[in-house]
Structure formats: structure tokens, C-alpha cells
């Protein structure tokens, strides 16, 4: 199985709002609402931070949003803070049980 | 809360094979509907999906290491553990554990821990 593409890199600076894309296939993202994001800072393990495309977990900040159209989903973040920076990670089910993850998109606020 | 800690060798030789264990505290191995999963995450690259095993016993890997992986799990000592066979410097890794909620995301993780395969 191929990971889901992800930009390498996206940048914004404070209070902007940057998207971040994940392109699958009618096997993954296409086929199931359960996409997944998560955001890892260095040396530290991932944090959920969506689920079900555009659910967020109790604690996520609202500035934080999903979304999902044909194979690619999206992860945005509005009002950039200094703390988003990090990598981010989508992940999906697909057709044959298995979990795929992202290629990962380091996000820098300028 | 639930804690999931990981454990094990953090120096293999190539063609052996890398033995890891999970412990759960917080919480039962055995609560329906769950999955126990493993993650790897090379130096400096992206979280590749190893495999699980489902709260039933299933398992399911990653095609391209299926031939090399077993998951299991020990009930009673509250743990699931990771045997990856015929390593190569490639499998180096932060291998994570984690927790499968029964819709598809990874709600608990382990810290990690970092296996070097080299001689």
C-alpha cells in the first residue's frame, strides 16, 4: 500500500489560516469517513487531532478543522499560533483492513 | 487514564529479530472493540503503519512486512508485544504503540522507543 500524499511543507504567519491536503485513493480516503489527523512535535509521540475527517477530540482547539472531498481529505488551521508548529500526519482506513498513514507536512509559522 | 509504555532491545544485530513489548496500565487489553497497534517512525522520516491485533485476537500487518511481523498478546500480563524478523538497518526505528478506538483513530500512544539495527 502507498502512503497518502501530503505537501512536505506549509507556511503562515500568526492569525493566518493554512490548509494542509492528503490525497489518497477510492480505497482509503475515497471509500471510508475515517480519516484521521494527528500533530507531532519533536521527540514526541503524535496527538490525535481529528477524526472521522472533522471530528475533534474533547481539548482540541476549535482552530482546528477537517474536511473531505473525493480521495482528498484536508486538515485547516485558522489563527496560526506559534505552537502549531509541528508535522502533521493524516491517516486512513482502507479497503483491506489496513491503516495508512501520510507522508507528513512539517508546518513552520513565519 | 490509560498509559501505554514500550519496551525491549534498542540495539539489534541485522537478520535477528527485534522483540518489543507494550504494557497497558489504566485500563484492560481485553475492553471490546479496541485494537493494539504498532507504529514505526524512521530518523528523521514519517510514521509507517506496522500492524494490530484486534481485541478478538485478528491480526492484521502492513503488506510490505507481512512476511516478517508477528503481534501478539498476553492477557494476563496486560501487554502486547511486536516481533519484526530478518532486520536491516532499514527497520531502524522509534517504534510507537498505540490504541485503536473502534472507529479508526489512534487515541493513546506510547512514548516510543528507538530500536538501531547495526552490528
Known amino acids: 500500500q502507498s502512503a497518502l500524499t501530503q505537501p512536505a511543507s506549509v507556511s503562515g504567519s500568526p492569525g493566518q489560516s493554512i490548509t494542509i491536503s492528503c490525497t489518497g485513493t477510492?480505497?482509503?480516503?475515497?471509500?471510508?469517513?475515517?480519516v484521521s489527523w494527528y500533530q507531532q512535535h519533536p521527540g514526541k509521540a503524535p496527538k490525535l487531532m481529528i477524526y472521522?475527517?472533522?471530528n475533534r477530540p474533547s481539548g482540541v482547539s476549535n482552530r482546528f478543522s477537517g474536511s473531505k472531498s473525493g480521495n482528498t481529505a484536508s486538515l485547516t488551521i485558522s489563527g496560526l499560533q506559534a505552537e502549531d508548529e509541528a508535522d502533521y500526519y493524516c491517516s486512513s482506513y482502507t479497503s483491506s483492513s489496513t491503516r495508512v498513514f501520510g507522508t507528513g507536512t512539517k508546518v513552520t509559522v513565519l | 487514564q490509560l498509559q501505554l509504555q514500550e519496551s525491549g532491545s534498542g540495539l539489534v544485530k541485522p537478520s535477528q529479530t527485534l522483540s518489543l513489548t507494550c504494557a497497558v496500565s489504566?485500563?484492560?487489553?481485553?475492553?471490546?472493540?479496541?485494537?493494539w497497534s504498532w507504529i514505526r517512525q524512521p530518523p528523521g522520516k514519517g510514521l509507517e503503519w506496522i500492524g494490530y491485533?484486534?481485541?478478538?485476537?485478528?491480526?492484521y500487518y502492513n503488506p510490505s512486512l507481512k512476511s516478517r511481523v508477528t503481534i501478539s498478546v498476553d492477557r494476563s500480563k496486560n501487554q502486547f508485544s511486536l516481533k519484526l524478523s530478518s532486520v536491516t538497518a532499514a527497520d531502524t526505528a522509534v517504534y510507537y504503540c498505540a490504541r485503536e478506538h473502534p472507529t479508526w483513530l489512534f487515541d493513546y500512544w506510547g512514548q516510543g522507543t528507538l530500536v538501531t539495527v547495526s552490528s
Open positions: 472521522e475527517v472533522s
Open positions: 477510492s480505497s482509503d480516503v475515497g471509500g471510508y469517513n475515517y
Open positions: 491485533i484486534y481485541h478478538s485476537g485478528s491480526t
Open positions: 489504566g485500563g484492560s487489553i481485553s475492553s471490546g472493540g479496541y485494537s
